[in-house]
T-cell receptor, first 114, second 112 residues
Framework: DTGVSQNPRHKITKRGQNVTFRCDPI?????LYWYRQTLGQGPEFLTY????????KSRLLSDRFSAERPKGSFSTLEIQRTEQGDSAMYLC????????????FGQGTRLTVV | TQLLEQSPQFLSIQEGENLTVYCNSS?????LQWYRQEPGEGPVLLVT?????EVKKLKRLTFQFGDARKDSSLHITAAQPGDTGLYLC????????????FGQGTRLTINP
């Protein structure tokens, strides 16, 4: 399968714990995006990378959120000291740099903070 | 404020009817995409429109990009229960960062 892969698919954690999600993009895609989506809403932009460089991070994003893409391949999104309001679907997408921006999404990681 | 406004947010119609979903903005986009999302899954790309005034057809779905590249529409002819889902428009601004921004989505339900 050459699509975008996200792990884990589901994560239940207690409030205050740290969680880390992984995204493996389509191999030839240089851009990688992270979005957060709550029920019935459109995806909300969190951050994006071009290769290993983090080019933009949402101003709405708390300092508890951090993302890395150390070798320009897979990426991780960490949430520290989770809160109940962090419960959401976290989506990763990738796209090639050349041409128009068409993003291909993974299946997402559903986070539930209890 | 939402950069892309979709309307309606919810739509429930009978099988066989036609419908149109709108995606509007005051900003100019270099391209707009339409995605469809099933519960518990990531969005799946349906189409990309790039040129102002462009019309693309995908079976019973017709997508149009506004002449000024600020808006788009999705028209479904003879809707079927399998069309049920969350429809999302997304775009890249013509100026500024290359991030993809989304509308809030249209939840479509087609009743048999």
């Amino acid at each position: 399968d050459t699509g975008v892969s996200q792990n884990p698919r589901h994560k239940i954690t207690k409030r205050g714990q740290n969680v880390t999600f992984r995204c493996d993009p389509i191999s030839e895609h240089n851009r990688l995006y992270w979005y957060r989506q709550t029920l019935g809403q459109g995806p909300e932009f969190l951050t994006y990378f071009q290769n290993e460089a983090q080019l933009e991070k949402s101003r709405l994003l708390s300092d508890r959120f951090s993302a890395e893409r150390p070798k320009g391949s897979f990426s991780t999104l960490e949430i520290q000291r989770t809160e109940q309001g962090d419960s959401a679907m976290y989506l990763c997408a990738s796209s090639p740099v050349q041409g128009i921006t068409e993003a291909f999404f993974g299946q997402g990681t559903r986070l539930t903070v209890v | 404020t939402q950069l892309l406004e979709q309307s309606p947010q919810f739509l429930s119609i009978q099988e066989g009817e036609n419908l149109t979903v709108y995606c509007n903005s005051s900003s100019v986009f270099s391209s707009l995409q339409w995605y469809r999302q099933e519960p518990g899954e990531g969005p799946v790309l349906l189409v990309t429109v790039v040129t102002g005034g462009e019309v693309k057809k995908l079976k019973r779905l017709t997508f149009q990009f506004g002449d000024a590249r600020k808006d788009s529409s999705l028209h479904i002819t003879a809707a079927q229960p399998g069309d049920t889902g969350l429809y999302l428009c997304a775009g890249t601004l013509i100026q500024g960062a290359q991030k993809l921004v989304f509308g809030q989505g249209t939840r479509l339900t087609i009743n048999p």
